[in-house]
């Protein structure tokens, strides 16, 4: 079985320290960006299998980096979860009109987010 490849979009270093140690010891790949730009770069170079986006990014926004892989027809099966401290009415229905299929809201456990990418990738 090959392991699965896991793109964390997200510009806080310890955010993605937190989430690359969580997943690394799950037996998940995991990439890396910092911005919304280099998501959907990434995103079409190396086809990961689920992307954890933030929402508040530099240069392209969450919402606009998922819109941009859904559109491309190469990108648009790959499931992406929005990772976010927005947690106001409406913004889950906001990431999922960007193309996001989850919703993972910050702060989340360990225990959390590994249930959420495991659904994704089952």
Not at 7 to 35: F, K, P, Q, S
Not at 76 to 82: E, G, K, R
Not at 104 to 110: G, H, R
Request: hydrophobic share 45%; aromatic share 6%; glycine share 4%.
């Amino acid at each position: 079985m090959t392991t699965q490849k896991i793109l964390i979009v997200e510009d806080t270093e310890d955010n993605r320290r937190i989430m690359r140690d969580i997943l690394t010891n799950a037996g998940y790949a995991v990439m890396e960006a910092h911005d919304g730009r280099s998501a959907v770069e990434m995103a079409a170079a190396l086809k990961p299998d689920l992307i954890l986006m933030d929402i508040q990014l530099p240069v392209l926004s969450g919402y606009e980096a998922a819109a941009r892989i859904k559109e491309d027809p190469t990108l648009h099966y790959i499931p992406i979860v929005a990772v976010t401290s927005y947690a106001l009415s409406g913004d889950e229905e906001k990431a999922r009109a960007a193309g996001c299929s989850g919703y993972l809201a910050k702060p989340f456990s360990p225990r959390q987010m590994l249930a959420i990418v495991r659904e994704y990738l089952a």
